[in-house]
């Protein structure tokens, strides 16, 4: 797979002046890419979890990446054939595995010492607040975060809630809804250039019963003294 990402760099670099390229898989967190360059020469550094990608999800890949170099291409990197390849089941079995073993935040459980997020995402399923989500995964952080309560990768369907919310001294529903959140986002799906918060999505957000009294307490505990 390797050698089909060098191929298909070096040879897209001829056609956009560049005679001297390098590219090889990197293992970062997130996804990204990144790259070096001096005048006809360019490294890229991308992302691992495009391995597995067919070629033509590399070359449309490819070419966003140059295009971005010249400055002639579309706005962003994220083709259609890239964005149907990242939601595909294949992407996520490949890559949930691996995202998990290099978030260092996540206790890689949703049962917590006082909540369980799966009975809480089964609470959102029975309440027809969600969707089903099978390939999600929850977890409650290491760290006790304040402000950043949840947060989730949509690419890897994976959800984090703080663990400042598995407390008895904070109602179930609190831990919910923010979960409740981070799910509204993974259906969504991806949205290149777009708005997350938008006007929609706050609409959305109001419909669990318990919005209101959820986010006085975040904003509590986000005010509370460390």
């Not at 990144?34 to 070359?59: C, M, N, P």
Request: net charge positive.
């Amino acid at each position: 797979m390797t050698a089909d990402l060098i191929y298909t760099f070096q040879s897209l670099g001829l056609a956009n002046g560049y005679d001297d390229v390098e590219a090889e898989f990197a293992p970062f967190k997130e996804f990204k890419s990144t790259w070096k360059r001096s005048g006809h020469s360019v490294r890229f550094q991308i992302s691992d979890y495009l391995r597995g990608a067919d070629r033509r999800v590399l070359e449309d890949f490819a070419n966003s990446l140059y295009g971005c170099l010249t400055g002639e291409g579309p706005r962003g990197i994220y083709s259609d054939s890239l964005i149907t390849w990242m939601g595909s089941k294949d992407f996520v079995n490949r890559n949930q595995p691996i995202y998990l073993k290099r978030s260092r935040n996540l206790t890689l459980d949703h049962h917590g010492q006082v909540y369980d997020l799966q009975d809480a995402y089964l609470s959102l399923r029975e309440q027809g607040l969600v969707r089903a989500c099978p390939d999600a995964v929850f977890n409650w952080t290491v760290r006790e975060n304040r402000r950043r309560v949840g947060y989730c990768s949509v690419l890897m369907k994976v959800v984090a809630v703080s663990s400042i919310l598995d407390s008895v001294d904070v109602p179930s529903y609190v831990s919910e809804y923010v979960l409740y959140h981070e799910l509204l986002h993974i259906e969504d799906g991806m949205r290149p250039n777009r708005r997350h918060h938008d006007k929609n999505f706050r609409n959305r957000e109001r419909l669990h019963p318990r919005w209101r009294e959820s986010e006085e307490w975040l904003r509590r505990l986000a005010s509370r003294p460390v």
